[in-house]
C-alpha cells in the first residue's frame, strides 16, 4: 500500500524517506540503523516504516473497471 505522508503521532513527514529506505533494507542493511542515518529517532516514526506492508503489485492485477 501507499505509505502516509506523515506519522500518524507526530505529524513529522515520512513519505519522502521511504524510497531510500526500501532500496538500503533490500540491499541487506539493517533497519534500525537505516532508520538512524535517515533521522527517525521517535518510535512512532519508526513503526511507521517497520509496520509498512507493500501489496501494489499484489493488489493491481484485481483492479476494478
Not at 14 to 38: C, F, I
Request: glycine share 4%; net charge positive; aromatic share 12%.
Amino acid at each position: 500500500m501507499i505509505i502516509p505522508v506523515r506519522c500518524f503521532s507526530c505529524g513529522k513527514p515520512v513519505a519522502e524517506k521511504y524510497e531510500e529506505y526500501a532500496a538500503r533494507t533490500a540491499k541487506g542493511e539493517a533497519p534500525a540503523k537505516v532508520l538512524d542515518d535517515l533521522g527517525f529517532k521517535r518510535y512512532c516514526c519508526r513503526r511507521m516504516f517497520l509496520s509498512q506492508v507493500d501489496l501494489m503489485e499484489e493488489i493491481l492485477p484485481y483492479a476494478r473497471f
